[in-house]
């Protein structure tokens, strides 16, 4: 006998970070009638003491934005003693003139953003959701089929289980099982560039200061972390990773010192080596019959300018406030009072592709020029990247403009 089809108002494909914060966001709202949203969140990973295997060893630049709505969803508070203040941001090109420095004063905020490693961040999120009466997760489960109905979304499992919703959310990152289910077709630049990820232990204290420095080969982002590390992210292309990665520490350190420089003294400890690949990919649509895409699963970036959790956390923000406003809008409306909201409505998600259509371009242009701009050795370009930071360093409106993007502050 087969069990009976559970049905949800929303349906989240994965647990990471996008999925998580979405279905906390979510998990706030209520219909009309005063019941609150029905949630289910399918993960590939068991979710019990232990976080999903998308939790890595990888560290996250959050920006000023990212980190003020995590605190609207309660989940600042459990994180902000594990996270660490930049303060300001130094910009440089190795072996050229033109560097470039932005400073939290000079914007009145506390924080450009914070540094916080992905458990840390999933515990945060995560701790509150359990507790959440109107979330039910499914894990570890994995997304065989996807049926797409005039007034529903069915999802199957491998277990043979089956779930219907109103609306279907692929927070299922760059493979996204939901994008390809929906035969969304995405667009993939291989940058031909890994990223090589550890935690230092520099020489001298970083006081809140995050690096970028540019090479010939690609950025190296040292950013500050708690107990006096740093979270290093180097792009090489992709024939260096392997010499890389089999150095000892002592030689590894000794590498990295000729082309980071010898801003924070010597490395003095390394911390387990992780390498990515870099690819920027980009969904064609945003949204299907019922079901949009989030963070990843829309876009994956490079992350020469620490944007794609930020870019993915205002997805996040800006459906939970477009539904937040929509069921106000239903509470209000005599004629629909009492009644469920249909979330999956394509107006609705019309609106959020459409509302979210300028910051993708923008952000994804930005990430995609400075990869190739700050990527090579070509003479003009060189020359015109160190003129451009020194440019940038004293022309405060460029500089401002640039830091608000940093910050993660929507345009209104």
């Given at each position: 006998?087969?069990?009976?089809?559970?049905?949800?108002?929303?349906?989240?494909?994965?647990?990471?970070?996008?999925?998580?914060?979405?279905?906390?966001?979510?998990?706030?709202?209520?219909?009309?009638?005063?019941?609150?949203?029905?949630?289910?969140?399918?993960?590939?990973?068991?979710?019990?003491?232990?976080?999903?295997?998308?939790?890595?060893?990888?560290?996250?630049?959050?920006?000023?934005?990212?980190?003020?709505?995590?605190?609207?969803?309660?989940?600042?508070?459990?994180?902000?003693?594990?996270?660490?203040?930049?303060?300001?941001?130094?910009?440089?090109?190795?072996?050229?003139?033109?560097?470039?420095?932005?400073?939290?004063?000079?914007?009145?905020?506390?924080?450009?953003?914070?540094?916080?490693?992905l458990q840390a961040i999933g515990n945060s999120l995560l701790?509150?959701?359990?507790?959440?009466?109107?979330?039910?997760?499914?894990?570890?489960?994995?997304?065989?089929?996807?049926?797409?109905?005039?007034?529903?979304?069915?999802?199957?499992?491998?277990?043979?289980?089956?779930?219907?919703?109103?609306?279907?959310?692929?927070?299922?990152?760059?493979?996204?099982?939901?994008?390809?289910?929906?035969?969304?077709?995405?667009?993939?630049?291989?940058?031909?560039?890994?990223?090589?990820?550890?935690?230092?232990?520099?020489?001298?204290?970083?006081?809140?200061?995050?690096?970028?420095?540019?090479?010939?080969?690609?950025?190296?982002?040292?950013?500050?972390?708690?107990?006096?590390?740093?979270?290093?992210?180097?792009?090489?292309?992709?024939?260096?990773?392997?010499?890389?990665?089999?150095?000892?520490?002592?030689?590894?350190?000794?590498?990295?010192?000729?082309?980071?420089?010898?801003?924070?003294?010597?490395?003095?400890?390394?911390?387990?080596?992780?390498?990515?690949?870099?690819?920027?990919?980009?969904?064609?649509?945003?949204?299907?019959?019922?079901?949009?895409?989030?963070?990843?699963?829309?876009?994956?970036?490079?992350?020469?300018?620490?944007?794609?959790?930020?870019?993915?956390?205002?997805?996040?923000?800006?459906?939970?406030?477009?539904?937040?406003?929509?069921?106000k809008d239903a509470n209000n409306n005599p004629e629909k009072?009492?009644?469920?909201?249909?979330?999956?409505?394509?107006?609705?998600?019309?609106?959020?592709?459409?509302?979210?259509?300028?910051?993708?371009?923008?952000?994804?242009?930005?990430?995609?020029?400075?990869?190739?701009?700050?990527?090579?050795?070509?003479?003009?370009?060189?020359?015109?990247?160190?003129?451009?930071?020194?440019?940038?360093?004293?022309?405060?409106?460029?500089?401002?403009?640039?830091?608000?993007?940093?910050?993660?502050?929507?345009?209104?």
């Amino acid at each position: 006998m087969s069990k009976k089809i559970q049905h949800f108002d929303v349906i989240i494909s994965g647990a990471g970070l996008a999925g998580a914060s979405m279905a906390l966001a979510l998990s706030k709202l209520t219909h009309s009638d005063g019941t609150p949203l029905s949630i289910a969140v399918v993960e590939a990973f068991a979710i019990n003491d232990d976080l999903p295997k998308s939790y890595d060893a990888r560290v996250i630049a959050l920006s000023h934005g990212s980190a003020t709505y995590l605190n609207e969803l309660a989940a600042w508070q459990t994180l902000k003693s594990d996270a660490m203040a930049i303060r300001d941001i130094h910009i440089s090109d190795r072996g050229h003139y033109g560097k470039a420095r932005m400073r939290a004063s000079d914007y009145d905020v506390s924080a450009l953003g914070y540094v916080a490693e992905l458990q840390a961040i999933g515990n945060s999120l995560l701790k509150p959701l359990k507790q959440c009466s109107n979330v039910q997760f499914f894990a570890p489960q994995t997304i065989t089929d996807i049926v797409w109905q005039q007034q529903s979304v069915n999802v199957s499992f491998a277990s043979a289980e089956q779930l219907k919703g109103s609306l279907l959310l692929g927070c299922d990152g760059g493979q996204s099982v939901c994008r390809a289910q929906a035969k969304i077709t995405s667009s993939t630049d291989d940058y031909q560039q890994v990223a090589i990820i550890a935690n230092v232990t520099p020489e001298k204290a970083h006081n809140g200061r995050a690096f970028e420095r540019f090479t010939e080969y690609g950025p190296i982002a040292m950013l500050p972390m708690t107990e006096g590390r740093c979270s290093l992210v180097w792009t090489v292309a992709t024939e260096q990773v392997e010499q890389i990665l089999a150095l000892n520490d002592a030689d590894f350190a000794e590498q990295l010192a000729q082309e980071f420089g010898h801003w924070l003294g010597s490395i003095d400890s390394v911390g387990k080596r992780f390498s990515f690949p870099l690819k920027l990919i980009k969904a064609e649509e945003q949204i299907h019959h019922r079901m949009a895409l989030i963070g990843n699963a829309s876009h994956t970036l490079h992350p020469i300018a620490g944007q794609g959790f930020n870019l993915g956390m205002r997805d996040v923000q800006v459906l939970a406030q477009m539904f937040e406003q929509a069921l106000k809008d239903a509470n209000n409306n005599p004629e629909k009072l009492g009644l469920k909201l249909d979330l999956g409505e394509h107006q609705l998600l019309r609106q959020y592709a459409d509302n979210r259509a300028t910051d993708h371009q923008q952000v994804i242009a930005l990430t995609d020029s400075l990869v190739h701009l700050f990527s090579n050795n070509y003479l003009p370009l060189v020359v015109g990247r160190g003129v451009g930071l020194k440019v940038l360093n004293y022309l405060s409106p460029l500089k401002a403009a640039l830091a608000q993007k940093t910050m993660g502050h929507r345009s209104k």
